[in-house]
């Protein structure tokens, strides 16, 4: 292809070495398809792939990269990326990666014919398609061969849903220049589906039916009815989280929650793995409660569920896959272990009318332009796991990522901007003084980090930790072994 572009559209007919008209694209559609410079033929059963272009292709002039992209659902089962045009660009080229996959290949090839990588790194996106006359592009899925697209997994369940909220994309825009060589700008800055966990307390109706008691247990069935979430669509996408956080007679204990929690010392979840549209209401859970005694008791709970919020329009930019004549890094990291401890869930006593935050604040370094935050949690005065979630929020507040996972630990990543202040938020159900430590690591182009003379660390201090509590809303239940009743208000 390289040599017929010399041939027959050379940009200087008496130079038999002159570069071709198209050269600089040529190059780059090769490398968008993993067979970029470092790419090699099939030995020993092993592809080598490769997605980067020579020093000519990266050399063109291009401009700068697309902004304001969003990702939105435009049906059950597609995708809709959008963004604002590129002055100068006569085309655009789309990619996306799972979130948290910076850094991997995302295809490892296929059985006993697994690719090999020919470059030193890689920044882990992947060409989805290039479009022109327009800024929008609905990503269907995969095409095999000739038949249609596949579609992606549908958002109606919790893996559709959780497939479509974990792919990013990022888009860069293609531009003529004077030499007729086309250039290609950086990518812009990467987006998903916006979305965020929520208190839906108030809004999902729990319904009791068949209450037994025997043996010292009490147990019944419960159902989820979405009555209304306030969202962009409605719709409390799974995972929907009961959680018993505190039960009024220290002998009744819940013994089937599936994080193991008894709802004394550790608030007791139970995980309904289904997206409830509004007015659907969910399969049956069974909930069962040792009760040696037959007492009465009451339970208050809280309920939570993954809720898309408003798109937020991504700005910035960052580094392609560069050229790749060399292993260095096209990226570099600088890295900050963040402490603070969360103090005893709202006193102790009161659990149920709060729960306890811990803000830790950090201000983006220069030249970054993502962050990951990995947090571990340990009790300071018992042993009992701790129930904490984690947040990643703007200075003004915004939700830019959430994670909610059963055990000690929680990831968050999201864009940031150099200079802005970000914070961490610890939400804790928890009963004892916990130790939090956060591994945020901020993300820098090749030769811009700290550690590469870049500025990166420069006047960044690691800013105070807030303590504060929110209110609860809760459904409290009271039970009545004797009479198999079961009564819920909010």
Partial sequence: MIETDRILYSTDPSNLDAPGQHEALIWQVFASHEMGINADAVIGGRQTISTRVPQFAVDQGHTS?????????????????????????????????????????????????????????????????????ATTYEDEGAIAEFFGPAGLKSASDAAGFNELLGTEYAVRALSLNPNRQVGLSDLSAGTTVNSNIQDVTSVIKA??????????????????????VSSVDGIAYSPINFKIISISDP???????????????????????????????????????SNPNSRMFTVSAVITARVRTTAVAANG????????????AQRSTSTDVLTGIIAVGSGGLALVNG??????????????????????????????????????????????????NF????????????????????????????QVTITSKQYFPAGMGPEDGGGGGASTPLLPTVQGSTALRVLQFTVNPLTKTVSIKL
């Fill in 65 to 133: 990269a697309p902004q304001g992209v969003t990702v939105e659902p435009a049906s059950s089962k597609t995708l809709r990326v959008s963004w604002q045009p590129t002055a100068g660009a006569f085309a655009y080229e789309v990619f996306k990666r799972k979130s948290g996959t910076a850094g991997q290949r995302q295809f490892a090839g296929v059985p006993e014919h697994p690719y090999f990588d020919g470059d030193g790194s890689t920044t882990g996106w992947s060409h989805v398609t290039y479009v022109t006359g």
């Fill in 207 to 228: 319904s009791i039916s068949n209450p037994t008691i025997g043996g010292g247990v009490f147990e019944f069935d419960q159902t989820l009815r979405n009555d209304g």
């Fill in 251 to 289: 002998t009744v204990k819940v013994i089937n929650a599936d994080n193991g929690g008894d709802g004394q010392s550790n608030p007791a979840s139970f995980i309904y793995n289904q997206t409830l549209a509004s007015g659907a209401t969910s399969s049956a859970r069974h909930l069962k409660f």
């Fill in 317 to 328: 930019s960052q580094p392609g896959d560069g050229t790749g004549l060399s292993s260095s």
């Fill in 355 to 404: 729960v306890d935050y811990l803000d830790i604040p950090f201000v983006a370094k220069a030249n970054s332009f993502g962050v990951d935050g990995a947090m571990e949690v340990s009790p300071v005065a018992t042993n009992t796991l701790p129930d904490l979630d984690l947040e990643l929020r703007d200075a003004q507040g915004n939700v830019l990522s959430s994670s909610a």
């Fill in 407 to 434: 055990g000690p630990r929680e990831w968050v990543s999201g864009m940031i901007t150099p200079g802005e202040t970000y914070v961490y938020r610890v939400i804790g159900f928890v009963n004892a003084p916990t």
